[in-house]
């Protein structure tokens, strides 16, 4: 079974800061990792995603994340915040079987000026 | 926009009843999957179909069952509502042929938001 935790369940940003999103998984084989998005009153998007190769991953609006094997870990950076990037942000594994993805418990983020 | 497609957007009914959730895959997906959004519970997967057939079953209630029609059109149906089924409810496609480069990857819709009074 697969398991994905974010350590932080909201976090208080100021504008043009940067921040790192925690995501610590589990899984007993090899993974697939995501990071989505979702804005108030919308679904979710995909930010970024590792499927192999380069362990830093870049995806959209400056966004990036960093695979970690060793530690399990998949933490999600952008340089510099905006109220814009004021949603919620969901990390995600895929593992075995490729079946459904598991999230975390999701990372409120409320960028201030 | 996803290409997903979710109806009705906002659904207000009252303990005791039965509702249908609709789901309209991106074109080509050929798997859907059905996402219950709490407070409470974060987002829990509920079932997952492919190609008309079950495929994957997460924490789906026994009241709860779901079905994917021949044009790949999802239903999720919800019975003898209670106050806690009260949620968002997201559906998801995928290309998702397992062994075909399937990489997990998901399209979500906007979601149907269930009030249960």
């Known amino acids: 079974a697969q398991s994905v935790t974010q350590l932080d369940s909201q976090v208080p940003v100021f504008e043009e800061a940067p921040v790192e999103l925690r995501c610590n998984y589990s899984?007993?084989?090899?993974?697939?990792l995501f990071w989505y998005v979702q804005y108030p009153n919308q679904g979710l998007q995909l930010l970024l995603k590792y499927l192999s190769g380069s362990t830093l991953v870049k995806g959209i609006n400056g966004f990036e994340a960093e695979f970690n094997k060793s530690q399990t870990s998949f933490h999600l950076r952008k340089p510099s915040f905006h109220i814009s990037d004021t949603a919620e942000y969901f990390c995600?594994?895929?593992?075995?079987?490729?079946?459904?993805?598991?999230f975390g418990s999701g990372t409120r983020l409320q960028v201030q000026p | 926009d996803s290409g997903v497609t979710q109806t009705p957007k906002h659904l207000i009914t009252a303990t005791g009843q039965r509702v249908t959730l609709r789901c309209s895959p991106r074109?080509?997906?050929?798997?859907v999957y059905w996402y219950q959004q709490s407070l409470d519970q974060g987002l829990q997967f509920l079932i997952q179909?492919?190609?008309?057939?079950?495929?994957a079953k997460g924490n789906i209630l026994e009241r709860f069952s779901a079905q994917q029609f021949p044009d790949l059109h999802s239903e999720l149906n919800l019975s003898s509502l209670e106050l806690g089924d009260s949620a968002l409810y997201f559906c998801?496609?995928?290309?998702?042929?397992?062994?075909?480069?399937?990489?997990?990857?998901?399209?979500f819709g906007e979601g149907s938001r269930l009030t249960v009074l």
């Open positions: 179909y492919y190609n008309g057939e079950e495929r």
């Open positions: 998801a496609s995928s290309v998702a042929a397992l062994g075909r480069g399937d990489t997990g990857e998901l399209f």
């Open positions: 074109s080509g997906d050929l798997s």
């Open positions: 995600a594994v895929s593992g075995a079987g490729r079946r459904a993805l598991t």
């Open positions: 899984s007993s084989v090899s993974v697939y």
